[in-house]
Protein backbone atom coordinates (compact mmCIF):
# COMPACT_ATOMS: atom_id res chain seq x y z
CA UNK A 1 0.00 0.00 0.00
CA UNK A 2 1.54 3.54 -0.76
CA UNK A 3 1.25 6.20 1.86
CA UNK A 4 1.60 9.78 0.97
CA UNK A 5 4.28 11.23 3.25
CA UNK A 6 7.80 12.70 2.97
CA UNK A 7 9.08 9.99 4.46
CA UNK A 8 10.84 7.54 3.05
CA UNK A 9 8.48 4.29 2.93
CA UNK A 10 10.06 1.47 5.06
CA UNK A 11 10.78 -1.63 3.11
CA UNK A 12 10.33 -5.17 4.61
CA UNK A 13 12.64 -8.58 4.31
CA UNK A 14 11.98 -11.52 4.72
CA UNK A 15 15.38 -14.40 5.89
CA UNK A 16 14.95 -17.60 5.40
CA UNK A 17 18.18 -19.31 7.01
CA UNK A 18 18.00 -21.75 9.71
CA UNK A 19 21.10 -19.64 11.97
CA UNK A 20 18.99 -17.63 14.32
CA UNK A 21 21.71 -15.48 15.51
CA UNK A 22 22.36 -14.85 11.99
CA UNK A 23 18.42 -13.39 10.98
CA UNK A 24 19.02 -11.34 14.26
CA UNK A 25 22.43 -9.50 12.95
CA UNK A 26 20.50 -8.65 10.15
CA UNK A 27 17.46 -7.61 11.77
CA UNK A 28 19.43 -4.88 14.23
CA UNK A 29 21.45 -3.71 11.73
CA UNK A 30 18.52 -3.27 8.73
CA UNK A 31 16.24 -2.27 11.69
CA UNK A 32 18.34 1.07 11.78
CA UNK A 33 17.83 1.84 8.50
CA UNK A 34 13.89 1.60 8.56
CA UNK A 35 13.79 -1.82 7.16
CA UNK A 36 11.97 -4.74 9.35
CA UNK A 37 13.51 -8.18 8.88
CA UNK A 38 11.24 -11.19 9.56
CA UNK A 39 13.41 -14.59 9.86
CA UNK A 40 12.02 -18.16 9.04
CA UNK A 41 13.96 -21.03 9.96
CA UNK A 42 13.66 -23.47 6.61
CA UNK A 43 11.82 -22.92 3.48
CA UNK A 44 8.62 -24.38 5.11
CA UNK A 45 8.38 -22.12 7.49
CA UNK A 46 8.54 -19.58 5.09
CA UNK A 47 5.43 -20.04 3.40
CA UNK A 48 2.60 -19.38 6.06
CA UNK A 49 4.20 -15.75 5.69
CA UNK A 50 4.87 -15.69 2.28
CA UNK A 51 1.03 -16.26 1.87
CA UNK A 52 0.02 -13.61 4.90
CA UNK A 53 1.46 -10.89 3.17
CA UNK A 54 4.26 -9.51 0.92
CA UNK A 55 8.03 -8.36 1.57
CA UNK A 56 9.67 -6.61 -0.88
CA UNK A 57 12.84 -8.42 -0.78
CA UNK A 58 13.84 -12.61 0.44
CA UNK A 59 16.90 -13.47 1.79
CA UNK A 60 17.75 -16.98 1.07
CA UNK A 61 20.37 -18.81 2.75
CA UNK A 62 21.56 -21.50 0.47
CA UNK A 63 22.26 -24.28 2.68
CA UNK A 64 19.81 -25.82 5.17
CA UNK A 65 21.03 -29.54 6.25
CA UNK A 66 24.10 -29.59 8.23
CA UNK A 67 27.05 -30.18 6.53
CA UNK A 68 25.11 -29.42 3.22
CA UNK A 69 26.98 -27.15 0.76
CA UNK A 70 25.37 -27.85 -2.99
CA UNK A 71 23.07 -25.64 -2.15
CA UNK A 72 20.00 -27.61 -3.41
CA UNK A 73 17.48 -27.12 -0.74
CA UNK A 74 18.02 -23.32 -1.42
CA UNK A 75 17.54 -23.62 -5.10
CA UNK A 76 14.74 -25.86 -4.85
CA UNK A 77 13.74 -23.06 -2.99
CA UNK A 78 14.34 -20.29 -5.18
CA UNK A 79 12.31 -22.18 -8.17
CA UNK A 80 9.33 -21.68 -5.90
CA UNK A 81 9.58 -18.70 -4.94
CA UNK A 82 9.81 -17.39 -8.82
CA UNK A 83 7.27 -19.86 -9.38
CA UNK A 84 4.88 -18.52 -7.21
CA UNK A 85 5.84 -14.49 -7.75
CA UNK A 86 7.86 -14.29 -11.06
CA UNK A 87 8.67 -10.13 -10.12
CA UNK A 88 10.17 -11.28 -6.91
CA UNK A 89 13.12 -9.85 -5.27
CA UNK A 90 15.26 -12.86 -4.10
CA UNK A 91 19.25 -12.08 -2.77
CA UNK A 92 20.70 -15.13 -1.88
CA UNK A 93 23.02 -15.80 0.90
CA UNK A 94 26.28 -18.01 1.16
CA UNK A 95 29.79 -18.63 2.64
CA UNK A 96 33.12 -18.01 0.85
CA UNK A 97 32.86 -21.05 -0.78
CA UNK A 98 29.88 -20.44 -2.28
CA UNK A 99 30.22 -17.94 -5.05
CA UNK A 100 30.33 -19.97 -8.13
CA UNK A 101 26.65 -21.20 -6.08
CA UNK A 102 25.66 -17.81 -5.93
CA UNK A 103 26.42 -16.68 -9.35
CA UNK A 104 24.62 -20.01 -10.27
CA UNK A 105 21.34 -18.64 -8.86
CA UNK A 106 21.49 -15.16 -10.06
CA UNK A 107 21.52 -17.64 -13.54
CA UNK A 108 18.55 -18.88 -12.08
CA UNK A 109 16.74 -15.87 -11.04
CA UNK A 110 18.17 -14.21 -7.73
CA UNK A 111 18.55 -10.75 -8.18
CA UNK A 112 22.18 -10.46 -6.23
CA UNK A 113 24.34 -12.10 -3.52
CA UNK A 114 25.95 -11.23 -0.38
CA UNK A 115 28.75 -13.46 0.65
CA UNK A 116 29.27 -14.62 4.80
CA UNK A 117 30.26 -12.64 6.69
CA UNK A 118 28.93 -10.13 5.02
CA UNK A 119 30.40 -6.36 5.24
CA UNK A 120 27.61 -4.17 7.25
CA UNK A 121 27.34 -1.20 4.81
CA UNK A 122 27.90 -3.50 2.09
CA UNK A 123 24.81 -5.54 3.04
CA UNK A 124 22.55 -2.73 3.77
CA UNK A 125 23.18 -1.19 0.14
CA UNK A 126 22.58 -4.54 -1.49
CA UNK A 127 18.68 -4.46 0.23
CA UNK A 128 18.26 -0.89 -0.66
CA UNK A 129 19.36 -1.78 -4.14
CA UNK A 130 17.03 -4.91 -4.43
CA UNK A 131 14.40 -2.63 -2.42
CA UNK A 132 14.28 -0.09 -5.01
CA UNK A 133 14.51 -2.74 -7.54
CA UNK A 134 10.90 -3.54 -6.37
CA UNK A 135 9.36 -0.77 -6.19
CA UNK A 136 10.64 -0.24 -9.81
CA UNK A 137 8.53 -3.94 -10.78
CA UNK A 138 5.62 -3.10 -8.19
CA UNK A 139 4.41 0.21 -9.74
CA UNK A 140 5.38 -1.46 -13.48
CA UNK A 141 2.64 -4.25 -12.58
CA UNK A 142 0.72 -3.02 -8.96
CA UNK A 143 -0.88 -6.75 -8.80
CA UNK A 144 2.27 -8.32 -7.98
CA UNK A 145 2.59 -6.77 -4.40
CA UNK A 146 -0.70 -8.89 -3.55
CA UNK A 147 -0.25 -11.79 -1.22
CA UNK A 148 0.70 -14.88 -2.88
CA UNK A 149 -2.02 -17.38 -1.07
CA UNK A 150 -4.07 -17.84 -4.70
CA UNK A 151 -0.64 -18.92 -6.28
CA UNK A 152 1.10 -21.22 -3.96
CA UNK A 153 0.74 -24.79 -4.77
CA UNK A 154 2.11 -26.41 -1.52
CA UNK A 155 2.80 -29.98 -0.82
CA UNK A 156 5.84 -32.53 -0.38
CA UNK A 157 4.12 -35.64 -2.17
CA UNK A 158 5.88 -37.11 -5.06
CA UNK A 159 2.79 -36.01 -7.19
CA UNK A 160 2.45 -32.33 -5.83
CA UNK A 161 5.98 -31.69 -7.16
CA UNK A 162 5.47 -33.47 -10.00
CA UNK A 163 2.62 -31.02 -10.53
CA UNK A 164 4.35 -27.64 -9.60
CA UNK A 165 7.36 -28.88 -11.73
CA UNK A 166 4.86 -29.65 -15.05
CA UNK A 167 3.09 -26.39 -13.89
CA UNK A 168 6.69 -24.73 -14.03
CA UNK A 169 7.61 -26.20 -17.64
CA UNK A 170 4.53 -25.74 -19.48
CA UNK A 171 3.50 -22.70 -18.17
CA UNK A 172 5.30 -20.10 -20.68
CA UNK A 173 4.57 -22.63 -23.68
CA UNK A 174 0.43 -21.74 -24.13
CA UNK A 175 -0.52 -25.65 -24.43
CA UNK A 176 -3.51 -26.66 -23.09
CA UNK A 177 -3.64 -28.44 -19.51
CA UNK A 178 -6.32 -30.20 -18.16
CA UNK A 179 -6.00 -30.50 -14.25
CA UNK A 180 -7.65 -33.43 -12.83
CA UNK A 181 -8.86 -34.21 -9.09
CA UNK A 182 -11.04 -34.70 -6.42
CA UNK A 183 -13.65 -31.77 -5.25
CA UNK A 184 -11.14 -29.52 -3.08
CA UNK A 185 -8.03 -30.73 -4.60
CA UNK A 186 -6.88 -27.42 -5.61
CA UNK A 187 -7.18 -27.61 -9.27
CA UNK A 188 -8.33 -24.10 -9.28
CA UNK A 189 -5.11 -22.83 -7.39
CA UNK A 190 -2.95 -25.21 -9.70
CA UNK A 191 -4.60 -23.23 -12.58
CA UNK A 192 -4.31 -19.79 -11.46
CA UNK A 193 -0.51 -20.84 -10.60
CA UNK A 194 -0.18 -22.13 -14.21
CA UNK A 195 -1.80 -18.80 -15.26
CA UNK A 196 0.24 -16.57 -12.92
CA UNK A 197 3.17 -18.14 -14.17
CA UNK A 198 2.50 -17.95 -17.61
CA UNK A 199 3.38 -15.56 -20.24
CA UNK A 200 0.01 -14.04 -20.22
CA UNK A 201 -0.12 -13.87 -16.68
CA UNK A 202 -0.73 -9.78 -17.29
CA UNK A 203 -3.69 -10.75 -19.31
CA UNK A 204 -7.55 -11.69 -17.92
CA UNK A 205 -7.77 -15.07 -16.76
CA UNK A 206 -11.60 -15.77 -17.89
CA UNK A 207 -13.59 -18.40 -15.91
CA UNK A 208 -16.08 -20.45 -17.38
CA UNK A 209 -18.03 -22.88 -15.35
CA UNK A 210 -19.49 -25.80 -17.26
CA UNK A 211 -21.15 -27.00 -14.12
CA UNK A 212 -23.49 -24.19 -13.65
CA UNK A 213 -26.86 -23.71 -16.53
CA UNK A 214 -25.02 -22.32 -19.75
CA UNK A 215 -26.53 -21.43 -23.08
CA UNK A 216 -24.30 -21.43 -26.79
CA UNK A 217 -24.39 -17.38 -26.29
CA UNK A 218 -22.62 -17.69 -22.91
CA UNK A 219 -19.41 -19.68 -24.04
CA UNK A 220 -19.68 -17.88 -27.50
CA UNK A 221 -19.06 -14.95 -25.02
CA UNK A 222 -16.49 -15.89 -22.28
CA UNK A 223 -13.69 -17.34 -25.24
CA UNK A 224 -14.26 -13.68 -26.79
CA UNK A 225 -13.21 -12.09 -23.49
CA UNK A 226 -10.70 -14.61 -23.20
CA UNK A 227 -8.69 -14.10 -26.67
CA UNK A 228 -5.42 -13.67 -26.52
CA UNK A 229 -5.73 -14.30 -22.59
CA UNK A 230 -6.79 -17.24 -20.67
CA UNK A 231 -10.16 -19.21 -20.49
CA UNK A 232 -9.92 -21.32 -17.30
CA UNK A 233 -13.12 -23.67 -17.74
CA UNK A 234 -14.36 -25.60 -14.76
CA UNK A 235 -15.80 -28.91 -13.92
CA UNK A 236 -15.41 -29.42 -17.91
CA UNK A 237 -16.79 -33.10 -17.70
CA UNK A 238 -20.00 -31.08 -17.11
CA UNK A 239 -20.56 -29.59 -19.69
CA UNK A 240 -24.10 -30.91 -21.66
CA UNK A 241 -23.25 -32.43 -24.77
CA UNK A 242 -25.04 -30.13 -26.78
CA UNK A 243 -22.67 -27.13 -25.60
CA UNK A 244 -19.54 -29.35 -26.41
CA UNK A 245 -19.00 -28.40 -30.19
CA UNK A 246 -19.73 -25.05 -29.87
CA UNK A 247 -17.01 -24.77 -27.34
CA UNK A 248 -14.75 -26.85 -29.24
CA UNK A 249 -15.25 -24.46 -32.05
CA UNK A 250 -14.99 -21.48 -29.89
CA UNK A 251 -11.53 -22.08 -28.64
CA UNK A 252 -9.21 -20.18 -31.02
CA UNK A 253 -6.91 -17.72 -30.08
CA UNK A 254 -7.10 -18.28 -26.55
CA UNK A 255 -4.90 -21.17 -24.09
CA UNK A 256 -7.18 -23.29 -22.17
CA UNK A 257 -6.84 -24.55 -18.71
CA UNK A 258 -9.77 -27.08 -17.97
CA UNK A 259 -10.66 -28.74 -15.14
CA UNK A 260 -12.55 -31.82 -13.95
CA UNK A 261 -13.32 -33.85 -10.92
CA UNK A 262 -13.73 -36.86 -13.45
CA UNK A 263 -10.76 -39.01 -14.31
CA UNK A 264 -9.62 -39.57 -17.49
CA UNK A 265 -11.97 -42.74 -18.99
CA UNK A 266 -14.89 -41.23 -17.51
CA UNK A 267 -14.03 -37.67 -19.18
CA UNK A 268 -13.47 -39.67 -22.10
CA UNK A 269 -17.12 -41.04 -22.19
CA UNK A 270 -18.64 -37.24 -21.69
CA UNK A 271 -16.72 -35.53 -23.83
CA UNK A 272 -17.04 -34.51 -27.50
CA UNK A 273 -13.83 -36.38 -29.11
CA UNK A 274 -12.94 -32.84 -30.37
CA UNK A 275 -13.09 -30.94 -27.59
CA UNK A 276 -11.22 -33.20 -25.29
CA UNK A 277 -8.85 -33.46 -27.98
CA UNK A 278 -8.43 -29.42 -27.75
CA UNK A 279 -8.14 -29.62 -23.71
CA UNK A 280 -5.95 -32.10 -22.99
CA UNK A 281 -2.57 -31.82 -24.59
CA UNK A 282 -0.70 -31.78 -20.86
CA UNK A 283 -2.14 -33.61 -17.91
CA UNK A 284 -2.19 -32.93 -14.15
CA UNK A 285 -3.70 -35.44 -11.81
CA UNK A 286 -4.28 -34.39 -8.13
CA UNK A 287 -4.48 -37.51 -6.03
CA UNK A 288 -6.56 -36.79 -2.81
CA UNK A 289 -4.72 -35.44 -0.12
CA UNK A 290 -5.61 -38.73 2.28
CA UNK A 291 -2.98 -40.05 -0.49
CA UNK A 292 -0.63 -37.80 -0.11
CA UNK A 293 1.55 -38.67 2.95
CA UNK A 294 2.85 -35.89 5.20
CA UNK A 295 1.09 -33.54 3.13
CA UNK A 296 -2.00 -32.86 5.60
CA UNK A 297 0.20 -32.24 8.27
CA UNK A 298 2.07 -29.69 6.24
CA UNK A 299 -0.97 -28.14 4.80
CA UNK A 300 -2.45 -28.32 8.24
CA UNK A 301 0.68 -26.28 9.83
CA UNK A 302 0.44 -23.46 6.84
CA UNK A 303 -2.81 -23.21 7.58
CA UNK A 304 -3.22 -22.84 11.19
CA UNK A 305 -0.31 -20.70 10.96
CA UNK A 306 -1.76 -18.69 7.65
CA UNK A 307 -5.24 -18.01 9.99
CA UNK A 308 -3.57 -17.14 12.91
CA UNK A 309 -1.53 -14.43 11.48
CA UNK A 310 -4.89 -13.29 9.51
CA UNK A 311 -7.12 -13.08 12.73
CA UNK A 312 -4.35 -11.98 14.96
CA UNK A 313 -4.51 -15.07 17.06
CA UNK A 314 -1.19 -16.44 18.73
CA UNK A 315 0.55 -19.03 16.47
CA UNK A 316 -0.31 -22.61 18.51
CA UNK A 317 1.51 -25.84 18.06
CA UNK A 318 -0.55 -29.13 17.16
CA UNK A 319 -0.68 -31.74 20.02
CA UNK A 320 1.03 -35.03 19.01
CA UNK A 321 -2.68 -36.84 19.19
CA UNK A 322 -3.63 -34.03 16.72
CA UNK A 323 -0.82 -34.52 14.41
CA UNK A 324 -1.50 -38.07 14.34
CA UNK A 325 -5.29 -37.66 13.54
CA UNK A 326 -4.60 -35.44 11.27
CA UNK A 327 -1.92 -37.37 9.63
CA UNK A 328 -3.87 -40.61 9.50
CA UNK A 329 -7.53 -38.77 8.30
CA UNK A 330 -9.11 -39.33 5.06
CA UNK A 331 -10.05 -35.50 4.15
CA UNK A 332 -13.41 -36.60 2.37
CA UNK A 333 -13.43 -32.44 1.69
CA UNK A 334 -10.02 -32.74 0.74
CA UNK A 335 -7.65 -29.37 1.26
CA UNK A 336 -10.38 -27.35 1.17
CA UNK A 337 -11.80 -29.73 4.58
CA UNK A 338 -8.61 -29.13 5.83
CA UNK A 339 -8.42 -25.53 5.66
CA UNK A 340 -11.63 -25.07 6.95
CA UNK A 341 -11.35 -27.18 9.73
CA UNK A 342 -8.11 -25.32 10.62
CA UNK A 343 -9.89 -22.12 10.01
CA UNK A 344 -12.59 -22.88 12.41
CA UNK A 345 -9.52 -24.18 15.51
CA UNK A 346 -7.57 -21.22 15.12
CA UNK A 347 -11.23 -19.24 15.59
CA UNK A 348 -12.59 -21.18 18.11
CA UNK A 349 -9.24 -23.10 19.73
CA UNK A 350 -9.25 -22.58 23.45
CA UNK A 351 -6.08 -24.44 24.76
CA UNK A 352 -2.34 -23.75 24.94
CA UNK A 353 -2.02 -26.04 21.80
CA UNK A 354 -4.50 -27.27 19.19
CA UNK A 355 -5.68 -30.52 20.44
CA UNK A 356 -8.00 -33.27 18.52
CA UNK A 357 -10.91 -31.45 20.00
CA UNK A 358 -9.90 -28.56 17.77
CA UNK A 359 -10.71 -30.46 14.41
CA UNK A 360 -13.55 -32.90 16.02
CA UNK A 361 -11.54 -35.93 16.05
CA UNK A 362 -12.86 -38.62 18.30
CA UNK A 363 -10.47 -40.40 20.82
CA UNK A 364 -10.83 -43.72 20.97
CA UNK A 365 -11.57 -44.91 24.42
CA UNK A 366 -9.86 -48.01 24.73
CA UNK A 367 -6.37 -47.03 23.63
CA UNK A 368 -6.47 -43.05 23.99
CA UNK A 369 -5.26 -43.17 20.24
CA UNK A 370 -7.45 -41.05 17.43
CA UNK A 371 -9.86 -43.20 16.18
CA UNK A 372 -8.25 -41.84 12.58
CA UNK A 373 -5.09 -43.90 12.91
CA UNK A 374 -7.73 -46.95 14.32
CA UNK A 375 -9.21 -46.76 11.34
CA UNK A 376 -6.67 -46.65 8.84
CA UNK A 377 -5.59 -50.52 8.40
CA UNK A 378 -2.19 -49.40 6.30
CA UNK A 379 0.28 -50.11 8.80
CA UNK A 380 3.37 -49.50 6.51
CA UNK A 381 1.16 -46.14 5.59
CA UNK A 382 0.94 -45.09 9.79
CA UNK A 383 4.42 -46.01 10.49
CA UNK A 384 5.68 -43.44 7.64
CA UNK A 385 2.90 -40.97 8.84
CA UNK A 386 4.04 -41.14 12.39
CA UNK A 387 8.01 -41.45 11.72
CA UNK A 388 7.64 -38.47 9.83
CA UNK A 389 5.39 -36.42 12.50
CA UNK A 390 7.61 -37.31 15.67
CA UNK A 391 10.88 -36.09 13.22
CA UNK A 392 9.34 -32.69 12.46
CA UNK A 393 7.92 -32.54 15.76
CA UNK A 394 12.01 -32.61 16.96
CA UNK A 395 13.57 -30.67 14.09
CA UNK A 396 14.71 -34.03 12.49
CA UNK A 397 16.89 -34.59 16.16
CA UNK A 398 16.89 -38.22 15.37
CA UNK A 399 17.87 -39.11 19.12
CA UNK A 400 15.05 -37.48 20.25
CA UNK A 401 12.48 -38.03 17.60
CA UNK A 402 13.62 -41.87 18.16
CA UNK A 403 12.52 -41.42 21.88
CA UNK A 404 9.52 -39.90 21.66
CA UNK A 405 8.64 -42.90 19.17
CA UNK A 406 10.08 -45.49 21.47
CA UNK A 407 12.48 -46.44 18.80
CA UNK A 408 16.34 -47.04 19.26
CA UNK A 409 18.40 -44.62 17.27
CA UNK A 410 19.37 -47.63 14.66
CA UNK A 411 16.09 -48.47 14.02
CA UNK A 412 14.53 -45.14 13.40
CA UNK A 413 17.81 -44.50 10.59
CA UNK A 414 17.00 -47.93 9.30
CA UNK A 415 13.12 -46.56 8.89
CA UNK A 416 14.11 -43.00 7.37
CA UNK A 417 15.77 -44.79 4.69
CA UNK A 418 13.14 -47.11 3.92
CA UNK A 419 10.68 -44.90 3.83
CA UNK A 420 12.66 -41.61 2.23
CA UNK A 421 13.07 -39.35 5.06
N1 LIG B 1 -1.64 -27.72 -2.34
C1 LIG B 1 -2.27 -26.67 -1.79
N2 LIG B 1 -1.59 -25.74 -1.11
C2 LIG B 1 -2.23 -24.69 -0.54
N3 LIG B 1 -3.55 -24.50 -0.60
C3 LIG B 1 -4.29 -25.40 -1.26
C4 LIG B 1 -3.69 -26.52 -1.90
N4 LIG B 1 -4.66 -27.24 -2.50
C5 LIG B 1 -5.81 -26.60 -2.26
N5 LIG B 1 -5.60 -25.48 -1.52
C6 LIG B 1 -6.64 -24.57 -1.04
O1 LIG B 1 -7.79 -25.37 -0.78
C7 LIG B 1 -8.97 -24.73 -1.24
C8 LIG B 1 -9.66 -25.59 -2.30
O2 LIG B 1 -8.85 -25.60 -3.48
P1 LIG B 1 -9.46 -25.40 -4.95
O3 LIG B 1 -10.63 -24.48 -4.92
O4 LIG B 1 -8.33 -25.06 -5.86
O5 LIG B 1 -9.97 -26.89 -5.22
P2 LIG B 1 -10.68 -27.48 -6.52
O6 LIG B 1 -10.06 -28.81 -6.76
O7 LIG B 1 -10.65 -26.51 -7.63
O8 LIG B 1 -12.15 -27.68 -5.98
P3 LIG B 1 -13.55 -27.82 -6.81
O9 LIG B 1 -13.43 -29.06 -7.65
O10 LIG B 1 -14.58 -27.96 -5.75
O11 LIG B 1 -13.67 -26.57 -7.61
C9 LIG B 1 -8.53 -23.37 -1.74
O12 LIG B 1 -8.66 -22.44 -0.67
C10 LIG B 1 -7.08 -23.56 -2.10
O13 LIG B 1 -6.37 -22.35 -2.03
New binding site residues.
Given amino acids: MSTESDEPESSSVLFIDDDPDIVKAARLLLMREGIAVTGAASPDAAWPLL ?1 GRSFDVILLDLNFARGQTSGAEGFAMLDRLLAADRNAIIVVVTGHSGINIAVQAMRAGASDFVIKPWNNERLVATVQRATDLRRAKTKAAPDIAANT ?2 R ?4 EDAS ?1 VRARDTIARVAPTGAAVL ?1 Q ?12 ALHHASALADQPLVTLAAGTPLSDADIIDAAARARGATLLI ?2 VGELGAALQPTLARALSDVRVIA ?1 S ?1 EARAELKARLDKDLLYRLNTIEIT ?1 PP ?1 GQRGG ?1 ALL ?1 AR ?2 LALFAGRYGKPAKALTYEAEEAIAADSWPD ?3 G ?2 QAMERAVLLGTGEEHGVDDFGFAIDDDDHRPRAIAADLNLTRSEKVLVEAALKRHNFNVSRAAKDLGLTRAALYRRMAKYEL
Fill in positions: AEDLLLGIIGPAGSGKSLAAREDTCLLDLHFDVRLR
